[in-house]
């Protein structure tokens, strides 16, 4: 699972602890608009949309701000923006590639604050296409580990275009191409297993190990990108050395 950072799980621990919940809605309710504005309002022949109201269902944004996420989108309701999806490139400390996922009305803003995260922590932006070749797109949908095992999974999904399971934590990452991302998960589906997520990520091509003081500085870019309301995903090829990892453990 080269890519699906190492450190994702838990990153993802500390997203669902910190303060961030707002925003993180907000970001989920933007992916709604915009799949239904792309693909219409009905999730049955919308699988993007199907999806991202599933992730905004598992993650508790209210069923409220769900529907109106959706009519805004399929145009019943007025106020929906021009979303526009810009991906920035950047260097963060210690070399560590990045790639910048926005979705925004504004390119200019989202320029500005990406910019401005960056320089102030340590990074810098980079030339279009000088750190995105060292990711790939790839299909990735999350299973919680409680109630499942990794045999029946890979069984229920290996048909289905699966091309690897693994358990990280708390959850079973399950690996294939972006294309075959419906399939996967409607075989889940078939099988009566529950998931969290299934959407297309970026995952690093080759990692940069960090111990816990780097992977630190990092981490504060990371949340400085974060904190911009255009910024949908950061992608990095970080990942954390043995000791780092057990470093970050003990403080849990």
Same mark, same amino acid.
């Given at each position: ?20 919940? &707002? ?8 992916? @709604? ?11 049955? &022949? ?19 701000? @769900? ?22 490139? &950047? ?30 922590? &340590? ?50 990452? @399950? ?78």
């Amino acid at each position: 699972m080269a890519g699906h950072s190492k450190w994702a799980t838990t990153k993802h621990k500390k997203a669902a602890l910190d303060a961030k919940r &707002g925003k993180l809605f907000a970001r989920l309710v933007k992916n @709604i608009e915009v799949a239904a504005r792309t693909g219409g309002g009905d999730p049955a &022949g919308n699988p993007t949309l199907f999806d991202a109201i599933q992730k905004a269902k598992k993650n508790s944004v209210p069923a409220d701000n @769900i529907d109106r996420a959706v009519k805004r989108g399929s145009g019943e309701l007025a106020g929906a923006a021009d979303y526009q999806t810009v991906m920035y490139e &950047g260097y963060g400390p210690s070399g560590v590639a990045f790639l910048v996922e926005c979705l925004t009305d504004n390119r200019n803003r989202a320029a500005s604050d990406v910019r401005l995260a960056l320089s102030r922590n &340590g990074g810098s932006l980079a030339d279009p296409g000088s750190v995105s070749y060292l990711f790939a797109r790839r299909g990735i949908i999350e299973v919680p580990a409680e109630g499942n095992d990794e045999e029946s999974l890979v069984e229920a999904v290996l048909e289905a275009g699966a091309e690897e399971v693994e358990q990280m934590d708390d959850v079973f990452i @399950i690996s294939c191409e972006p294309g075959d991302i419906v399939a996967v998960r409607t075989a889940l589906q078939d099988a009566g297993i529950d998931y969290n997520s299934a959407e297309a990520e970026f995952q690093a091509s080759t990692e940069v190990e960090l111990d816990a003081e780097a992977a630190r500085k990092v981490l504060r870019l990371v949340d400085a990108l974060e904190d911009s309301d255009d910024v949908q995903n950061v992608y990095s090829n970080m990942t954390l050395s043995e000791a780092a990892k057990a470093e970050f453990e003990s403080e849990e």
